[in-house]
């Protein structure tokens, strides 16, 4: 006890729980918060997937995570950059925000981060997000949120969670551990030259070391390329694909494909659309490329005046800039 203070001021400092409250999760999110209305896109959505559900759980009964309940975690992940189930599942806990947006009570439990992660791989199995981001397109244009003729691309490299230290040679001798031993042991590339034709990842095999600029190392990574409508700037496509030189323009081209209607459009993007495969690919779609003018590249860009003079062009190059405000 603090010297000179009374003695029953450490008594009223300890907290005191009520046996019984009657305040609400709700009660704490603020009436603007912005997850508000997702949270009713989100329920509308999931609604009606409800046939889809009952055909994946038809054999088994209803999993121990409510799919729905899931879903909602699953952005929440997304939404605040939670990078592993354990730190979603811990701040399920103790934040009511998440609880509130998820639909767990307050004296429910949270799921232990392997079981949340066994049920969201059956999702995953079965397409559920797929379809679950169709619903939503679907939605927004019930309510007129999209147009069918104005969009943007880009793309963004996803970094793995894996390290250098992780590469191996492809079909090549077992070299065994590291020197050192260890978990993190230092590896030894002096005098070996590492490439994807020659290296893979042991943590991720997929994953492919690239570039993002001459200046910048290389990283394992994949590329994620998204599809944006620019009157609301909802993102209407996306795609993850291996890191490499034409990725990006090969996924923006199937992203336009899945645009229904064979009426004129437009697409926005930065200097590394700009080439003549692209720009050509582009045209022969009926999509005006409003790309970048890229006038450094050897030989020029693609992109002249009869393109870059209209207004229209500016524009697309103002409102793409919007891509920077989403997940990637």
């Known amino acids: 006890m603090v010297s000179g203070s009374p003695f029953w001021s450490v008594a009223f400092s300890k907290c005191r729980n009520p046996l019984f409250t009657t305040v609400k999760l709700e009660d704490f999110v603020r009436a603007d918060h912005p997850l508000r209305p997702i949270r009713l896109l989100v329920n509308d959505a999931l609604k009606r997937l409800n046939g889809l559900f009952s055909v994946i ?181 996306a795609v993850v694909s291996h890191a490499d030189g034409f990725a990006e323009r090969a996924s923006a081209l199937q992203l336009l494909d899945c645009v229904p209607g064979a009426h004129a459009k437009t697409v926005g993007a930065d200097k590394a659309y700009d080439t003549r495969d692209f720009v050509n690919d582009c045209r022969a779609r009926n999509v005006t490329p409003h790309v970048a003018r890229n006038d450094e590249r050897w030989g020029g860009g693609a992109i002249d005046g009869r393109t870059s003079r209209h207004a229209g062009y500016r524009i697309s190059q103002i409102i793409r800039k919007r891509m920077e405000e989403t997940s990637l």
């Open 57 to 237: 759980y038809a054999d088994t009964g209803r999993a121990s995570i409510a799919p729905e309940k899931l879903m909602r975690a699953l952005l929440l992940q997304v939404f605040y950059s939670v990078r592993s189930e354990r730190m979603l599942m811990e701040q399920m806990r103790y934040n009511q925000l998440f609880r509130w947006f998820v639909g767990l009570a307050i004296e429910d439990a949270v799921w232990d981060h392997s079981v949340f992660s066994k049920n969201r791989d059956r999702l995953l199995e079965h397409e559920v997000v797929e379809a679950f981001f169709t619903e939503v397109m679907s939605l927004a244009d019930k309510r007129g949120l999209l147009s069918r003729e104005h969009f943007s691309v880009d793309g963004t490299l996803i970094q793995v969670w894996a390290s250098h230290k992780s590469s191996r040679r492809k079909n090549g001798p077992d070299d065994g551990p590291p020197a050192g031993g260890g978990r993190n042991a230092d590896t030894d590339w002096k005098g070996e030259r590492r490439s994807n034709a020659t290296h893979e990842s042991t943590t991720d095999a997929e994953a492919r070391l690239f570039k993002k600029s001459r200046k910048s190392p290389a990283i394992l990574c994949y590329h994620g390329h998204i599809l944006m409508e620019n009157r609301s700037g909802l993102v209407v496509g």
